[in-house]
């Protein structure tokens, strides 16, 4: 785990709790992973002894969820090369994506043990609004490093869309079902909450279109606001929001360049994973499982057998 991701050991012990799991377990459990990998043809050998025991508690510790979801994580990256292969932390598209754009998770975990990200559409996004390519390069790299280096048990996301202009919606018309499928699928993330703050009506096409994709749990999870988004402070614990939201911690430009500079300690890292992804020619019943996987919806679809792996 990172510094600047702060779990308290009563805290980690709580997740633990949850899942039935402890240090030892997921230390010996992991291990088994690893091995299991090695004899599976078409996957890469991880070494990563964190990283496996990240995506074991991600996927509710259950060895047969996580040699599935494992099996859909990097058989998605060899689908996907126009995605994974291009990502840079310190490429000049991504810089001004995160100060158009910026993603943030905040540095303390709730009480239940959940980890509150914030995606705030900055009012300079008119002059500077990213690819579709580039948000949904920027989001799986925030997805993999906090894989490898953050335990938690579910995930709160804010976004802020207080300053949606018609061109950035378009951007995310065009990415949504790769989206939704890198974020529900092909991730192994557990999404308690969605808070869409600050929504103007014009936009609400948006959200709906999303929900063409998702399962209606999650759906029913999303929680859209018109009002003032200094309200959160009322539903989430002070002492974890940032100042912008009526909460006690740093300002989000603050907890930005805090997270720039976690971030920027992974270049090597994501560097080094273009290369660890499946092997499609040594796997076995590929078509079947790309239809399983992607489903009626077509190259980047959502429905499929694998979908009971993160939401249930």
């Known amino acids: 785990m990172h510094s600047r991701l702060s779990v308290k050991n009563e805290e980690l012990q709580n997740i633990y709790s949850e899942f039935n799991a402890t240090e030892e377990s997921l230390k010996k459990d992991s291990e088994s992973l690893k091995e299991w990998m090695e004899k599976q043809p078409h996957l890469p050998n991880v070494t990563d002894n964190e990283f496996l025991a990240n995506f074991l508690l991600r996927c509710k510790n259950s060895m047969e969820r996580a040699k599935k979801q494992l099996d859909v994580y ?44 914030i995606v705030k559409i900055m009012d300079n996004i008119k002059e500077h609004v990213p690819t579709g390519e580039t948000i949904l390069e920027g989001t799986t790299m925030l997805m993999d490093i906090h894989l490898k280096c953050d335990r938690h048990k579910s995930m709160i996301v804010i976004y802020d869309w207080e300053n949606m202009t018609v061109t950035l919606s378009a951007v995310l018309f065009t990415i949504m079902k790769k989206f939704v499928t890198l974020m529900t699928e092909a991730t192994p993330l557990r999404i308690k909450k969605i808070y869409i703050l600050n929504m103007n009506p014009a936009f609400e096409q948006i959200v709906n279109f999303s929900k063409m994709f998702i399962k209606k749990k999650l759906a029913d999870r999303l929680e859209i606001w018109n009002k003032e988004n200094k309200e959160l402070a009322t539903i989430l614990p002070k002492d974890i929001l940032p100042s912008d939201y009526g909460g006690n911690e740093k300002s989000l430009d603050e907890l930005h360049d805090d997270m720039f500079l976690f971030l920027n300690e992974f270049r090597d890292w994501i560097e080094s994973e273009k290369t660890v992804v499946a092997d499609l020619s040594k796997k076995t019943n590929v078509d079947k499982c790309n239809k399983e996987f992607f489903g009626e919806y077509g190259e980047y679809g959502v429905e499929g057998s694998f979908r009971k792996i993160n939401m249930d």
């Open 74 to 117: 990097y058989t998605n990256r060899a689908l996907m090369p126009e995605i994974f292969q291009n990502r840079r932390l310190d490429s000049e598209k991504m810089s001004m994506s995160w100060k158009s754009l910026p993603a943030l998770s905040l540095p303390k975990l709730t009480a239940d043990g959940d980890r509150i990200w």
